[in-house]
């Protein structure tokens, strides 16, 4: 049964969906992070989209769908193991990148390309409006390309201002970190990126995934790399007694656990050493260190489990310098072994 919504509620939904409806960009909140979303269906629209976004039309954008009726009347020569990790995981944040129907979705989206990424959100606002607009909205993270992904209604204002005529503000994103990214480009589903569902809970369902090396990534799917660009110098480290003291007076410290004394500032990712709090938390603490004018930003990197890859892996993407040697072994030697709640 649908989500009931207060009368005000369910005006700012007709009002995203009439503005959607009429090509306009309208930013949207989901389990993860915030996107900026246009009528898939509306080239003019979706041109607009890579223009706010100062993105390169040869970069595809993801959709997201209502449901998984909606997600595969998109496709075609959809495999078994795809129905079923869209049975268990959607919705959710799992982005599966599958061969689309050609008339189905503009190229404009895709680079002329013959795959899609597609996902159903679990968020009840973004769903709501979906279920009203009837079809999907290309939706990346609402950043200009190479910023920092918003988890909030304000950051994504502050990054568009009046670019942007609506921003629905469904709260602090959940999860806090972008879907994990599977490509059946392949003959093999191939995990493309670490995200929201850990891959352990994956592998439950459909077996062992194939990790994206050069050799495994197929030609024709459209992704580029795509890394977090921070203004401050951004430096991983396992534990702050890597860094030296006359480099922590004005040095700010993204910690594991509790924050820790003789940085300029600190903001802990959890102070409680749980993973979902640290997810959750991640994009924010970057982007208040980033803003807090320190010369340079030590990050600690947390146990590589779970959601624990997934944070990693976007430290390392933003990370300017590799500070400690020991950053290129073994992480699950992290400051503190996880809790077992952090899983």
Not at 10 to 27: K, M, N, P, Q, W
Not at 176 to 192: D, K, M, Q, Y
Request: with cysteine; glycine share 6%.
């Amino acid at each position: 049964m649908p989500p009931m919504f207060s009368p005000e509620v369910e005006s700012i939904l007709d009002r995203a969906t009439a503005l959607l409806r009429a090509g306009e960009i309208v930013g949207v909140p989901t389990e993860t992070v915030y996107g900026l979303a246009v009528d898939a269906t509306n080239p003019a629209a979706v041109a607009r989209l890579f223009e706010r976004k100062r993105r390169a039309f040869s970069h595809p954008v993801s959709l997201l769908c209502a449901s998984a009726r909606m997600a595969f009347d998109l496709l075609t020569d959809v495999p078994e193991s795809a129905v079923r990790l869209a049975d268990r995981f959607w919705p959710g944040p799992l982005t599966m990148i599958l061969r689309k129907r050609q008339e189905a979705i503009p190229d404009l989206l895709t680079a002329a390309l013959p795959f899609v990424g597609v996902r159903v959100p679990d968020h009840p606002l973004t769903l709501a409006v979906l279920e009203r607009l009837g079809r999907p909205v290309a939706a990346p993270s609402a950043n200009r390309t190479g910023h920092i992904s918003p988890t909030t209604a304000s950051a994504v204002r502050r990054e568009f201002g009046e670019e942007i005529p609506l921003v629905l503000d469904g709260g602090p994103c959940r999860v806090g970190v972008e879907s994990t990214v599977i490509s059946f480009a392949l003959p093999r589903p191939v995990l493309v990126r670490q995200g929201g569902i850990p891959q352990e809970f994956l592998e439950e369902e459909i077996g062992s995934l194939d990790q994206e090396t050069d050799e495994k990534r197929s030609p024709d799917d459209g992704r580029l790399r795509r890394h977090y660009v921070l203004r401050t110098p951004l430096l991983l480290v396992q534990a702050p007694e890597e860094v030296p003291l006359s480099n922590r007076r004005e040095a700010g410290l993204l910690a594991w656990g509790p924050c820790r004394e003789g940085f300029a500032v600190c903001r802990s990712l959890s102070p409680s050493y749980r993973l979902e709090e640290a997810a959750a938390n991640l994009f924010d603490r970057l982007r208040e260190l980033d803003e807090s004018g320190v010369n340079r930003i030590y990050a600690m990197l947390v146990p590589a489990h779970g959601l624990g890859r997934a944070i990693n892996e976007r430290l390392r993407k933003g990370a300017n310098v590799s500070a400690s040697p020991r950053n290129h072994g073994n992480e699950a030697q992290a400051s503190r072994p996880a809790s077992p709640s952090s899983s």
